[in-house]
């Protein structure tokens, strides 16, 4: 964040032409987002707004959007009962309030796959297909990929999805050519907006994927800086760099064996999805701009009730969804099929990349969708329906 807030401020005020090396040496994948917080300094300049109180406030707003959309995407797909009870995960799931001050690329996907689902259910859903609905979705698509390329996960599920979805030949081919022409237009005015700010070609920026794909087998599977390290050392290169990650990777795996790595991969499978602050209070610690003593109960020695409140939300997000996954197969409704889709490609991507439970975040709208199936399948159960019928009665 330190990163990308003085390399948009510096650039918007105009006293750097490019971006910092940061981004050109080591991580491309952050240049459209502080392109967009550029802009947007711009404009604080001119009002005379303060930065980082105008970032967090557009954050909150981005957070609320989403929590609307996921609302208005669970009632279109079962009905306003189940998106009440599923409101209220809302309410309980702490990274929707704790990631508000930190305006990153976490919270600021979060809007995209529940609007770009949405629209998708109105189309598949509506007689009279809009031609425009699959231009946005892709416009929605590329630009969540352009800001977190984690997003790309949800737009292969879209693709596969609408393969099974779409049975008329002729809608299908007329829905996926619109939905990826509109895509990559809008990836390649991206990418040409983002090659503006580094002065190297951004094909050339950055570390190999290899080099994610080696951090990730190392410790928990998460971020560490000696591996950065390492690659950072290994050439001037970005192909020197990959024969060095793959060189490791190699070497990592044959000392794990097969027994080694299967523990391995359940570590790193707790670690990224049976956190249930979603690792907030790290975040959180790091240079507060106004410390406080609430700051003890999130990341300081008093912070039980905040950890086992988040772990209790997250168990009960995760337990809803194997719920609502077990009766998806029985269900009539399969646009549940998408969103588990999009779940379980994250859950492969983070076995085989770099992970944390951060990386949770942007799919958190996902997730809750996925667990209103099974909301809705518990509202079935016999006891629920006889309740609901006495009070229909009345």
């Given at each position: 964040m330190i990163s990308i807030f003085n390399s948009a401020t510096k650039v918007a005020s105009n006293e750097w032409e490019f971006f910092s090396s940061y981004f050109y040496k080591l991580y491309p994948n952050n240049i459209f987002i502080t392109v967009l917080w550029m802009k947007f300094y711009k404009l604080c300049y001119y009002f005379g707004f303060n930065l980082i109180v105008s970032s967090v406030i557009i954050n909150i707003i981005v957070v609320l959007i989403s929590v609307i959309i996921t609302y208005i995407l669970i009632k279109k797909v079962f009905n306003i009962r189940v998106a009440t009870i599923s409101s209220f995960l809302f309410i309980v799931i702490i990274p929707f309030y704790s990631y508000t001050p930190i305006f990153y690329t976490d919270t600021?996907?979060?809007?995209?796959?529940?609007?770009?689902?949405?629209?998708?259910?109105?189309?598949?859903?509506?007689?009279?297909?809009?031609?425009?609905?699959?231009?946005?979705?892709?416009?929605?698509?590329?630009?969540?990929?352009?800001?977190?390329?984690?997003?790309?996960?949800?737009?292969?599920?879209?693709?596969?999805?609408s393969i099974f979805i779409i049975d008329n030949?002729?809608?299908?081919?007329?829905?996926?050519?619109?939905?990826?022409?509109?895509?990559?237009?809008?990836?390649?005015?991206?990418?040409?907006?983002?090659?503006?700010?580094?002065?190297?070609?951004?094909?050339?920026?950055?570390?190999?994927s290899t080099h994610w794909i080696m951090m990730g087998l190392k410790d928990k599977g998460g971020f560490n800086k000696e591996d950065v390290d390492l690659s950072k050392k290994a050439g001037k290169t970005k192909k020197e760099i990959q024969e060095f990650n793959i060189k490791t990777i190699k070497t990592r795996l044959r000392n794990y064996g097969i027994c080694g790595y299967s523990k391995f991969l359940y570590k790193k499978i707790q670690y990224t999805w049976g956190?249930?602050?979603?690792?907030?209070?790290?975040?959180?610690?790091?240079?507060?701009?106004?410390?406080?003593?609430?700051?003890?109960?999130?990341?300081?020695?008093?912070?039980?009730?905040?950890?086992?409140?988040s772990e209790a939300s997250h168990s009960l997000l995760l337990f809803l969804i194997l719920i609502g996954s077990i009766g998806l197969f029985k269900s009539k409704n399969k646009i549940g099929f998408l969103f588990n889709i999009c779940i379980f490609g994250v859950f492969l991507f983070l076995i085989l990349w770099e992970a944390r439970s951060r990386y949770l975040v942007c799919i958190l709208p996902i997730l809750v969708c996925s667990s209103s199936i099974g909301i809705n399948e518990i509202l079935k159960l016999k006891l629920f329906s006889n309740k609901k019928r006495r009070l229909e009665a009345k």
């Open positions: 600021l996907t979060m809007i995209f796959l529940p609007l770009a689902f949405l629209l998708f259910y109105i189309y598949i859903k509506s007689k009279n297909k809009n031609i425009f609905l699959p231009i946005f979705i892709g416009i929605i698509l590329a630009f969540g990929i352009g800001i977190k390329t984690n997003i790309a996960i949800g737009f292969i599920a879209l693709s596969i999805f030949l002729k809608g299908f081919f007329r829905f996926i050519s619109l939905f990826l022409i509109s895509f990559i237009v809008s990836s390649i005015l991206i990418t040409s907006a983002c090659q503006k700010y580094i002065p190297v070609p951004l094909k050339d920026a950055g570390l190999p956190e249930g602050t979603y690792f907030a209070p790290v975040k959180l610690s790091r240079k507060p701009i106004r410390p406080n003593f609430l700051h003890t109960y999130i990341y300081g020695d008093k912070n039980n009730l905040f950890t086992s409140f």
